[in-house]
């Protein structure tokens, strides 16, 4: 891929534009923000360590110039504020949704056939607005939130049974946040159900955890997280520009499957050169259902906040 463009050179922005880069993922890689200096600050920074991790790729910062991000393939969106102790996600929907509607008008300006991946929180709505913001097809727009949740799951999962992460395969569904649903049925260690190998109360307090894995961060912190959510969306772009067909759970539009139209949420879906290729519809028993359409609903109340906005 010629070029790929990582909006927003905070924390989570900037830990994105390196694991890009010394994957050697394009020819450039421009990192954007609007604050003077910064980009350009991280972006030579990590150019610099291309002699010690051996990649090719140029990268560069700008300063809101958008001339510069041009014939982009992929689009990481990372603008917005961060969220503080005691802000939940739905408190930061009015000063982001402006802040990601100006970006995605300015992305699809200068780069009408990009891939759009959302990092901005509340991620749900933040990828439904930049949805509505760029009217291009809707597997050209989707939000990273799954790959890193499961990320954590997988974690706890392996430190409790002391083994390695890599050896953990897991779902998750629905929103980013509280409402997320863990999948313990979809959950095994090589194999094996994890149910067979953690005790019940230990797994529903791995799940709760994963549930609050941002707000652990923030407390611990007190900002959010960006070595995970960074690398996260790194895989996305990778799986994207070396179309791997690779099956991971981001925020997809949904149509009609899981019996949920006109949102966004969390399934697993085949992601490749065209994005998302295939949302995968799992048969799920009447909890999971029940759990997934709850995650909906408080979507969707979020949602109807941004629609008070009247700003799409």
Not at 54 to 74: E, H, L, M, P, Q
Not at 82 to 94: A, N, Q, T
Not at 249 to 263: F, R, S, W
Not at 275 to 301: C, H, M, Q, R
Request: with cysteine; proline share 4%.
């Amino acid at each position: 891929m010629d070029k790929i463009t990582v909006v927003g050179a905070g924390n989570v922005g900037a830990t994105c534009a390196d694991v890009i880069a010394r994957k050697d993922l394009a020819k450039e890689v421009v990192l954007l923000d609007i604050k003077p200096g910064v980009s350009e600050g991280k972006a030579l920074d990590i150019w610099q360590t291309a002699p010690l991790e051996g990649f090719n790729n140029r990268i560069k910062g700008v300063t809101n110039d958008y001339s510069a991000t041009a014939g982009s393939g992929v689009v990481v969106i990372t603008s917005g504020l961060p969220r503080k102790p005691g802000m939940s996600r739905d408190d930061l929907i009015k000063v982001n949704a402006g802040i990601v509607k100006s970006v995605t008008e300015q992305v699809i300006a200068s780069s009408p056939d990009a891939i759009i991946i959302v990092v901005s929180n509340p991620l749900d709505v933040m990828t439904y607005t930049a949805y509505k913001t760029a009217k291009t097809k809707s597997n050209k727009v989707f939000g990273m939130a799954g790959v890193l949740d499961t990320a954590r799951y997988k974690v706890f999962i392996a430190d409790e049974l002391g083994v390695s992460p890599n050896d953990v395969q897991a779902l998750l569904l629905g929103g980013h946040g509280d409402s997320m649903v863990p999948l313990p049925r979809y959950t095994s260690v090589s194999g094996i159900p994890v149910t067979e190998l953690v005790a019940e109360d230990k797994l529903a307090a791995i799940i709760e955890r994963t549930k609050k894995g941002g707000g652990e961060l923030v407390n611990l912190m007190g900002t959010s997280a960006w070595y995970a959510p960074g690398t996260s969306a790194a895989l996305m772009v990778e799986a994207i520009v070396r179309d791997q067909k690779k099956i991971v759970p981001v925020c997809a539009y949904l149509n009609g499957e899981y019996g949920q139209k006109d949102i966004y949420l969390g399934v697993p879906v085949v992601l490749g050169k065209n994005g998302v290729e295939k949302v995968i519809e799992l048969k799920l028993n009447n909890e999971e259902k029940a759990l997934l359409d709850t995650s909906a609903d408080s979507v969707k109340k979020v949602m109807a906040v941004l629609d008070e906005m009247n700003i799409l």
